[in-house]
Protein backbone atom coordinates (compact mmCIF):
# COMPACT_ATOMS: atom_id res chain seq x y z
CA UNK A 1 0.00 0.00 0.00
CA UNK A 2 2.67 2.69 1.24
CA UNK A 3 4.83 1.52 -1.91
CA UNK A 4 1.94 1.81 -4.14
CA UNK A 5 1.39 5.33 -2.85
CA UNK A 6 5.61 6.10 -3.71
CA UNK A 7 5.35 5.44 -6.87
CA UNK A 8 2.11 7.34 -7.53
CA UNK A 9 3.91 10.26 -5.64
CA UNK A 10 6.92 9.54 -8.25
CA UNK A 11 4.53 9.62 -11.20
CA UNK A 12 3.01 12.72 -10.63
CA UNK A 13 6.35 14.47 -9.73
CA UNK A 14 7.58 12.78 -13.08
CA UNK A 15 4.16 14.20 -15.25
CA UNK A 16 4.44 17.83 -13.10
CA UNK A 17 7.85 18.09 -14.51
CA UNK A 18 7.27 17.11 -17.90
CA UNK A 19 4.34 19.40 -17.90
CA UNK A 20 6.56 22.27 -16.87
CA UNK A 21 8.99 21.30 -19.15
CA UNK A 22 7.13 21.62 -22.46
CA UNK A 23 5.35 24.83 -20.69
CA UNK A 24 9.01 26.59 -20.08
CA UNK A 25 10.02 25.18 -23.92
CA UNK A 26 7.22 27.06 -25.10
CA UNK A 27 7.14 29.79 -22.96
CA UNK A 28 11.38 30.30 -24.61
CA UNK A 29 10.24 29.87 -28.28
CA UNK A 30 7.23 32.52 -27.62
CA UNK A 31 9.94 34.89 -26.28
CA UNK A 32 12.75 34.09 -29.23
CA UNK A 33 9.77 34.97 -31.64
CA UNK A 34 8.76 37.45 -30.51
CA UNK A 35 12.12 39.43 -29.79
CA UNK A 36 13.24 41.87 -32.56
CA UNK A 37 16.43 40.09 -34.33
Known sequence: MVSTCILKIFQWKRNA?????????????????????
Do not use: D, K, M
Not at 17 to 37: K, M, R, V, W
Open 17 to 37: AETFGTFHSYQTLNFLLETPI
